[in-house]
Every structure is written in C-alpha cells, then in structure tokens.
C-alpha cells in the first residue's frame, strides 16, 4: 500500500508567503468572501482573523487538497515534491490539477517533465485580456525549486565534464510578452488587483514619466561608471537626441620600411632555452657529401655515403654482370578460339514441338470429335501428340540453357589458361 503523505511546513510558508495575510475579509468579483491567506469556504462580511487562525483555516483548507494528491498520483514522492504538488494545486484548484500535464507527467514516473509543466501555469485574466503575471512567473519558479530539491542532497553536475548547451525545444517557457506586475492590497473592503507600477519592466528605449531612473537608464548608468574606473577619466555621454559623433578615419601615410619594435625590458613570460643534451649534434643531420678519390690516392676513412673509386670499376662491372636480366613485359596471347555447339537442333526441336502443339489445340478445338470406343481412339491420340510437342519444347529448352551455360564455362577456363 502507497503511504500517505502529510504537508509540511515547507509548503505551508510557501503558501503563505504569495498568499498574504488578509485581516479582514474582502469581497471577490463574483461575489464571494476571502480572509486570512486565501480562505474562501468559511468567509463572510465583516469577519476579522488573527495570524494563527488564518495559519489555521490553510491548514483546513489543505486537507483536500493533500488528500486530493495522494489519491491521484501513483508515483512515489519525497517530501519536497508533495509540499511542491500541494502549494500548486491550492493555487490552480483541484479540477485544473486534475486535468493538468504535471499529474499526468507525474504518473507516467516522468519527474523532471512534470516539474517544468509547473511553469505553464502563469497567466491570468486582467482588465479584459490574458497576460502573464510577475507573481506567478516567481511562485512557478519557487514550487518547481521546491520540487527539484532532493532530500538525500544535492546531484553533482560539474561544469568541466557537463558543459551545458541549449535546448531550442524548451523555447516556450520563456515567456514572449512581458511580465505585467501586479499589486493585490490586502486592505479594504474589495479583493482587487492593480498595476504595481514601481516594479513595472518598461520596454527598451522608453521613457519614464516621473524622475525615477528606469532600468534601461540605470544599467546604462552602471557600464559608464565601470568604463571610467578602467579608464581613469569620466566618459562623456551626450544628450539622448543628439546622434553619435561621426567618426572619421584619416588615410594612413605610405609604409616606407618596416621597423620591428623593441622588446621591452621585462617580458610577460620568459621561455627557457632547452639544454644542449636534448638535440643531437648538427653534423647528424646534414646531408652527406660525395667524395671521389683517384686511383693512386690512399682511401680515405668509410663515411656514410661512399662514391665508388677508380680501382673498384672491373669489381663493379662484374656485380653487373652477374646481376639478373630484367624481367620481360608480359606478353598477352589471344584466347584460343573454342569450338561453340550450334543451336540449330534446339531450334528444330522447338519449331516441330510448336507446330505438333499447336496442330493438336487447333484439331481439338475446331473439329469434331469422333466418337469411338476404346483406349486408342483418335481423341487421345490428339492429345498423347499434344504432350509430346510439349515435350520437344521443354528439350529444346534444356539444349538452349546447356549451350549457354557451357559457354561460359568455356570462355572462364580460356582465362585461366591464359593467365596461366
């Protein structure tokens, strides 16, 4: 038997955390009441909560929700992953973790695959339209950090042996509209949401309309400041409107010689010359000089190379003599003609099997048939010819595939023979 989880207090200060804590209750849009930390079953006009009865009414609340996911996934979970599970589907609603990707990637035994189907749950209707919100981009991504958390520790990934490259397939997680910030007040009479414009990402190139620097302008900011402590001198940054100053590149002047500069007095680094005992000598390597010696000379020291002398000329021309002739070019003769068997009896054979085959069909088909008993009658003579002409063909066909066949037999020992 699978057991049963239980939430702990992971999941309880996550919840708590993007839920807030409402003091006293707040109607919906539909109608409905909401107080303490996203608690609608019990809420009513009027009603006031402390902290620890509104970390109550959750606990109440979470209840179905876990007994919902031990009921529904097959997989076993950690605690991390249940506290992860739980968090999400208080926040989607049962019915749409019910009919979600992550509870069908999570009984498919496909965690990981489940963890990411969390991040797709981050949009929401707001002033008529569907964008995605800021909070639920950030809750997505602390759910699945939750649910990716192992217990046992942490897997090792080093960077020198698992160099991470980009996955095009996981392109649709990131979001292509902007984040819109939204600010839920947890005050007042009526449960709504506005704009957070102090945490509103503005688009490239625009313009804030207060005197609050925009992101834009204070990255910019940023790279100046580091610019100028690398470069001891403050960099100068025209007005927004004004364009770029035009650079202009003045023609170089004619090369006349090439000058090497010097080297400077202490180099980046020094390479140090190899030691004498791991090069062989130069003479080693130098190519051999021939030296002819006259007949009365004395005969030098052997060297690698020796020319011959005058006096060994009759020793030489006798090594050549009896030096072996050169082989002879090979000299291809002709394939001797062989004698082919004709086909002129297989042909006759076939043309009399034809014609006493074909006579006995147009005889059987077209004339009457006698009728006379006895074995021998004329209709089984017809048809005993019928067969043989059949067979005179079937003979003349054998002759045909036996001449070719010996014919290629013929021209492969020819080959050998003349390879030979």
């Known amino acids: 038997m699978k057991p049963r989880n239980q939430v702990s207090r992971s999941a309880i200060e996550l919840i708590k955390r993007f839920e807030g804590y409402r003091r ?17 079953l019990t809420a009513r006009e009027g009603a006031e909560v402390s902290e620890q009865d509104a970390e109550a009414l959750l606990l109440y609340d979470l209840i179905a929700v876990s007994h919902s996911i031990n009921e529904w996934v097959f997989t076993p979970l950690n605690q991390n992953q249940f506290d992860a599970l ?16 992550v509870l069908r990637r999570l009984n498919e035994g496909s965690l990981i695959q489940a963890a990411c189907a969390m991040e797709l749950w981050r949009k929401a209707k707001f002033e008529g339209e569907t964008i995605v919100v800021d909070a639920l981009v950030r809750r997505r991504s602390a759910e ?30 990131v979001p292509r509209q902007t984040p819109t910030a939204l600010n839920a007040p947890m005050d007042g009479a009526l449960a709504i949401v506005e ?21 834009t302008a204070a990255a910019a900011a940023s790279v100046s ?19 770029p100053p035009r650079l202009v590149v003045e023609e170089p002047a004619p090369v006349t010689g090439l000058r090497f500069p010097e080297p400077p007095d202490e180099p980046a680094f020094v390479l140090t010359p190899p030691g004498e005992e791991e090069f062989a000598a130069p003479d080693a390597f130098e190519t051999p000089k021939l030296e002819l010696v006259a007949a009365n000379e004395s005969e030098p020291e052997p060297t690698l190379f020796e020319a011959p002398q005058a006096s060994t000329a009759p020793e030489v021309e006798a090594v050549l003599e009896a030096a072996p002739p050169e082989p002879e070019p090979p000299t291809w003769d002709r394939p001797r003609a062989v004698r082919r068997p004709s086909l002129l009896p297989a042909v006759g054979l076939a043309g009399a099997g034809v014609a006493l085959f074909g006579g006995c069909l147009f005889w059987a088909l077209s004339m009457p048939q006698p009728q006379a008993a006895g074995t021998m009658n004329p209709g089984t ?16 066909v054998y002759m045909i595939l036996d001449r070719l066949g ?14 030979e």
Do not use: C, M
Not at 195 to 215: F, K, L, T, Y
Not at 406 to 419: C, F, G, K, M
């Open 24 to 40: 006293k209750s707040a109607q919906l849009p539909d109608g409905r009441w909401t107080i303490g930390h996203g608690h609608t």
């Open 144 to 173: 699945k950090t939750l649910f990716l958390t192992p217990v046992d520790g942490w897997i090792p990934a080093p960077s020198p042996v698992v160099r991470p490259n980009i996955d095009l397939d996981a392109t649709g997680v």
């Open 86 to 101: 739980t968090a999400f589907a208080f926040n989607i609603g049962l019915e749409n973790f019910r009919r979600s990707s």
């Open 406 to 419: 010996r014919q290629d037999i013929e021209h492969v020992d020819a080959i050998l023979e003349r390879d």
């Open 195 to 215: 704009r957070d414009a102090a945490h509103q990402e503005q688009p490239v190139g625009a313009v804030p309309e207060d005197d609050q620097q925009s992101p």
């Open 225 to 243: 400041s580091r610019l100028s402590n690398i470069f001891n001198e403050p960099v100068q940054r025209g007005p927004v409107v004004d364009p």
């Open 381 to 396: 003579v017809i048809w005993l010819a019928g067969i043989a002409g059949v067979g005179l063909i079937g003979v003349a």
